[in-house]
């Protein structure tokens, strides 16, 4: 609970010391009000967000305190989640159409019918379904 605290504390005198440096580096007047303040808030969010994520990074290898390493990994995490949660859903997808195709070969055997529109339905699936696999594969 106390380290729970303790990063709360942390990600809040970051945050403050961010606003801070916002203030005086960038020109407000660029934005507009309402967009000045949905960027403090975003950073705020994300400050937030990374200082929690460093200190599960230090906990995961087992370390007393949070090391410049520790805050990168986190940082790489943070910006690579979104993207990578596509290509994963999309691995998901293609698992799911790949199953479909291969489970419907038993079938079309069992039942001894081999229609063209079932045979090219089955491997267009496969086809589509492996490449989804494959693309998340070699995005992660």
């Given at each position: 609970?106390?380290?729970?605290?303790?990063?709360?504390?942390?990600?809040?005198?970051?945050?403050?010391?961010?606003?801070?440096?916002?203030?005086?580096?960038?020109?407000?007047?660029?934005?507009?009000?309402?967009a000045f303040t949905t960027l403090e808030t975003r950073i705020?969010?994300?400050?937030?967000?990374?200082?929690?994520?460093?200190?599960?990074?230090?906990?995961?290898?087992?370390?007393?305190?949070?090391?410049?390493?520790?805050?990168?990994?986190?940082?790489?995490?943070?910006?690579?989640?979104?993207?990578?949660?596509?290509?994963?859903?999309?691995?998901?997808?293609?698992?799911?159409?790949?199953?479909?195709?291969?489970?419907?070969?038993?079938?079309?055997?069992?039942?001894?019918?081999?229609?063209?529109?079932?045979?090219?339905?089955?491997?267009?699936?496969?086809?589509?379904?492996?490449?989804?696999?494959?693309?998340?594969?070699?995005?992660?």
């Amino acid at each position: 609970m106390s380290d729970l605290l303790n990063s709360e504390e942390t990600a809040q005198s970051v945050v403050q010391q961010a606003e801070g440096q916002l203030l005086q580096s960038a020109d407000p007047s660029s934005f507009s009000p309402s967009a000045f303040t949905t960027l403090e808030t975003r950073i705020g969010q994300y400050i937030s967000e990374l200082v929690s994520e460093s200190i599960k990074v230090s906990k995961r290898h087992q370390a007393d305190t949070v090391s410049a390493a520790h805050v990168e990994r986190a940082n790489e995490y943070l910006v690579t989640n979104t993207s990578r949660r596509i290509y994963r859903h999309l691995g998901t997808v293609g698992g799911v159409l790949l199953g479909a195709a291969l489970s419907h070969i038993p079938t079309m055997s069992s039942a001894g019918r081999y229609t063209s529109e079932e045979t090219v339905l089955s491997a267009a699936l496969g086809i589509v379904g492996a490449f989804m696999i494959a693309l998340h594969m070699a995005k992660d």
